[in-house]
């Protein structure tokens, strides 16, 4: 069974650029969660997402961001118009159920984001 | 509001000597904690997690951590250091509804020869 895949890896963009950044969950997880970890700095909750469905985006900033979750395919989250602060680590995780005591969150590598 | 705070930004120690990294945590009540470990560009791996039942806790490659409600601390140990334990780790409080996990600042554990 194959863990959480995220790609690209590495992603450069220029400020005023749009960034993908994808993440396919382990099978038969249906709960997938991002995380921002800036430098030095621990990681933050962003957006908790089943299919098709936002449940929590408290994390989210309020412009330029969004993220999906479609019935078929991965999660993906959108930054538009990306800017030098939106360079981090972008992690995706997901679980089988929302309770995070019963349902470890499991993690992908992460997608390293530079913006120039 | 629940949080944990890491003590130490970056922990040094040699081959075969124990490893101690802190973490304290904030809560109006007794909560669930975590510590994950997060390998140079890889995901973050969970290394144990408590969830009120017994107070030490024992996770992967022989790391535990105790719960001390007295000191409000979490933590981690491990009786003799390995080269592989390099690495950074994170204390973690999960929120009790949507799976949300609050992270600590991290703490880079070095592992020298």
């Known amino acids: 069974n194959a863990g959480v895949m995220q790609n690209p890896r590495h992603l450069v963009r220029r400020r005023g650029q749009e960034a993908r950044l994808r993440c396919s969950p382990m099978?038969?997880?249906?709960?997938v969660y991002w995380y921002r970890q800036l430098p030095e700095e621990g990681l933050k909750f962003m957006v908790y997402?089943?299919?098709?469905?936002?449940?929590?985006e408290s994390g989210m900033p309020k412009e330029r961001f969004s993220a999906e979750f479609p019935k078929e395919g991965p999660s993906i989250l959108r930054i538009q118009q990306v800017v030098r602060g939106d360079s981090a680590a972008y992690f995706c995780?997901?679980?089988?159920?929302?309770?995070?005591?019963?349902?470890?969150?499991?993690f992908g590598p992460g997608t390293r984001l530079t913006v120039t | 509001a629940q949080s944990v705070t890491q003590l130490d930004s970056h922990v040094s120690v040699s081959e075969g000597t124990p490893v101690l990294l802190r973490c304290n945590y904030s809560?109006?009540?007794?909560?669930?904690l975590f510590w994950y470990v997060q390998h140079p560009n890889k995901g973050l791996q969970l290394l144990l997690k408590y969830t009120s039942a017994a107070t030490l806790v024992k996770g992967i490659n022989g790391f535990e951590a105790e719960f001390k409600k007295s000191e409000t601390s979490f933590h981690l140990t491990k009786p003799s250091a390995h080269m592989s334990d390099a690495a950074e780790y994170f204390c973690v409080v999960p929120l009790n509804q949507g799976g949300k996990l609050i992270f600590g600042q991290g703490t880079e554990l070095s592992v020298k020869p």
């Open positions: 809560s109006s009540y007794s909560p669930s």
């Open positions: 099978k038969g997880h249906s709960h």
């Open positions: 995780a997901s679980s089988q159920g929302a309770d995070a005591l019963s349902y470890e969150q499991y």
């Open positions: 997402l089943q299919k098709e469905n936002i449940i929590d």
